[in-house]
């Protein structure tokens, strides 16, 4: 069922701690951790506590985690000290598009140039 945890789901293993990860923020609602295959100098994930499949899902269902995600997307910007050089949050929706774990993410990447359009 949309919203609860799933038992295959990388991400809600890592929210019940049955995976180890870096974790760099938590709040009541998100739990933020470094990429294990990083694509810049800071490259951390944020997602929500609860599973949804994408961030598209997540913002029609619960509007108010959606807004807590990008929050601590914020945040850990902040925490990272990247606000000033320039970050990148990044939502991948679908294989096409490179989302390998299908849980809601964001990826705060920044610490390095980046391109536009991406490569």
Same mark, same amino acid.
């Given at each position: 069922m949309a919203g609860e945890p799933q038992s295959d789901c990388l991400f809600c293993k890592i929210v019940t701690g049955d995976i180890p990860a870096t974790i760099v923020r938590e709040s009541g609602?998100?739990?933020?951790f470094r990429d294990i295959?990083?694509?810049a100098?800071?490259? =951390? #994930?944020?997602?929500?506590?609860?599973?949804?499949?994408?961030?598209?899902?997540?913002a029609e269902a619960e509007p108010r985690i959606a807004a807590?995600?990008?929050?601590?997307?914020?945040l850990v910007a902040a925490d990272?000290?990247?606000?000033?050089?320039?970050?990148?949050? =990044? #939502?991948?929706?679908?294989?096409?598009?490179?989302?390998?774990v299908f849980h809601a993410h964001a990826h705060v990447l920044g610490g390095r140039g980046m391109q536009w359009p991406p490569g």
């Open positions: 609602t998100t739990v933020a295959n990083p694509q100098p800071t490259h =951390v #994930l944020v997602i929500p506590k609860v599973h949804y499949p994408d961030a598209a899902s997540l807590d995600m990008l929050r601590e997307a914020g990272e000290k990247i606000v000033e050089s320039g970050y990148r949050i =990044v #939502l991948n929706t679908g294989s096409g598009a490179g989302q390998t």
